[in-house]
C-alpha cells in the first residue's frame, strides 16, 4: 500500500478534514450574535451539535470494528461514544459557546461605555474580536477538557483500550 493511501485509509473524516469545523459552527454563531437573529445562533448550535453525535457515533462504530471477545465489544463501543459526546459536547460546543459568548457581551459592553462609535461599528467590532478570538481559545480548551476527562470519567474507564478523543 502507498504512503499516500495508508494516509488516506487512517484518515478521520471528523478529525482530519473540513468536516472538523463544523464543530465550530456554533463560535461563529455567538461571534455573529449580535448581528443575527438568535434563531440562526441556535441553529449553530445545531450544526455543532450533530458534528458532535456523528463523530460520537462514528468513533463507537470504530470501537466495534476492532477484533477482540465478543463479551468486551459492546462495552467498548459504549465507552468510545460515550467518550467522545462528553469530551465533544465540553470541547467543541460548550465551553467555547459560553467563551465566546461572554467574550463578546463583555466587548460589546466596554466598547458601549468607553467610545462614541456607533452601534453598527461597536458590533462589528465585538464580531470580529470574537472570530478573531477562536482559534485562540481551541487548543487551550482541549487540554483543559483532557485534564478534565482524564481527572473524572476516564478513572472509571479500564486502562486498556481507553478511547482517544482529542
Known amino acids: 500500500m502507498s504512503e499516500q493511501q495508508r494516509q488516506g485509509a487512517e484518515r478521520d473524516l471528523y478529525r482530519d478534514t473540513w468536516v472538523r469545523y463544523l464543530g465550530y459552527a456554533n463560535e461563529v454563531g455567538e461571534a455573529f450574535r449580535s448581528l443575527v437573529p438568535t434563531a440562526v445562533v441556535w441553529l449553530s448550535y445545531g450544526v455543532s451539535s450533530s458534528y458532535v453525535l456523528a463523530d460520537a457515533v462514528d468513533k463507537g462504530k470504530k470501537a466495534g470494528e476492532v477484533p477482540s471477545p465478543e463479551a ?77 476527562l482524564d481527572s473524572s470519567l476516564r478513572k472509571l474507564y479500564p486502562s486498556v483500550g481507553k478511547p482517544s478523543s482529542s
Open 72 to 148: 468486551g465489544r459492546s462495552t467498548r463501543m459504549a465507552l468510545a461514544v460515550v467518550d467522545t459526546f462528553v469530551w465533544q459536547s465540553l470541547a467543541s460546543v460548550a465551553i467555547p459557546g459560553f467563551t465566546i459568548n461572554r467574550l463578546c457581551a463583555a466587548s460589546l459592553y466596554v466598547l458601549g461605555t468607553m467610545t462614541r462609535w456607533p452601534l453598527a461599528v461597536r458590533k462589528w467590532t465585538t464580531t470580529t474580536l470574537g472570530l478573531l478570538a477562536i482559534p485562540v481559545i481551541v487548543h487551550p480548551i482541549d487540554r483543559s477538557v483532557d485534564f478534565l
